[in-house]
């Protein structure tokens, strides 16, 4: 009988998977609760920030922090833990700029800038007149 031939075959290395989608693990993170979790508040500050801007304001801004926690053990188990956070946006009051003096006090005004030399003209001191009050007066677009 003759010898039965065998051949080794040489293994490759497996090539590493590299990153898998972020989404995967954050469907699963909290049994899927952290991404019905994030889902219900983005909602939520949506809709917060467009009644601010229905009532006036000019820009809003709030924001929504997720911070996922995970700790390993020898034995390769991985614990996740995350938390949500929210920042809702603050209706801003007015802006006021102001100018600080030589002194460090605040002043409306800019101590830097020189004064015009304004005059009241308020006070009529003499009759108001249209230039040609001949021509009809015309809509501007």
């Known amino acids: 009988m003759g010898r039965k031939k065998t051949t080794t075959k040489t293994e490759t290395p497996a090539e ?37 801007l229905e009532k006036g304001a000019s820009k809003v801004k709030g924001s929504i922090t997720l911070k996922i926690d995970l700790s390993a053990d020898m034995s390769g188990i991985v614990d996740t833990d995350y938390t949500i956070s929210v920042r809702e946006p603050r209706a801003k009051g007015a802006r006021t700029l102001l100018f600080m003096t030589d002194d460090g006090e605040l002043s409306e005004t800019n101590p830097k800038q020189m004064a015009l030399p304004l005059q009241d003209v308020s006070r009529g001191q003499g009759t108001v007149q249209d230039v040609e009050p001949d021509k009809p007066l015309r809509e501007v677009e």
């Open 16 to 52: 590493p998977e590299g990153p898998r989608p972020f989404n995967r693990f954050l469907a699963r993170l909290g049994d899927g609760d952290c991404h019905q979790q994030m889902s219900d508040e983005v909602h939520k500050l949506g809709k917060l920030m467009h009644g601010l």
